[in-house]
């Protein structure tokens, strides 16, 4: 089996693996980003846009730092995903505001 197919496989018992926990589950930016089939660069962009799924992070008076450790609870990353599912390329494009 080759490198690129044990990767593949890999990521597969670890999604496989996240669909079994209980919604309530909280996850981690890398673990919310498997479970959306995203890249953590992807779920910090859409932090910063205000366009991606809920998430918790420490918000308390006096915390500091732009590296705060943020949680996804799985409900909610089922939430937006269903939020944004779409039936053809041009339902996306107008969701986009391209057209």
């Not at 209980?22 to 890398?30: A, C, F, G, N, S």
């Not at 910090?44 to 991606?52: D, H, N, S, V």
Request: hydrophobic share 35%; charged share 25%.
């Amino acid at each position: 089996m080759s490198m690129a197919t044990q990767d593949i496989m890999a990521k597969l018992d670890v999604l496989d693996k996240l669909h079994r926990l209980p919604e309530t589950t909280l996850l981690t930016t890398d673990l919310a980003a498997i479970f959306l089939c995203a890249s953590v660069t992807s779920m910090e962009r859409m932090r910063a846009k205000g366009t991606g799924p809920a998430y918790s992070q420490d918000c308390s008076k006096g915390a500091r730092g732009t590296n705060q450790k943020c949680l996804y609870m799985k409900s909610d990353l089922l939430r937006w995903h269903e939020r944004n599912k779409v039936s053809s390329s041009m339902e996306a494009a107008v969701r986009k505001g391209q057209v």
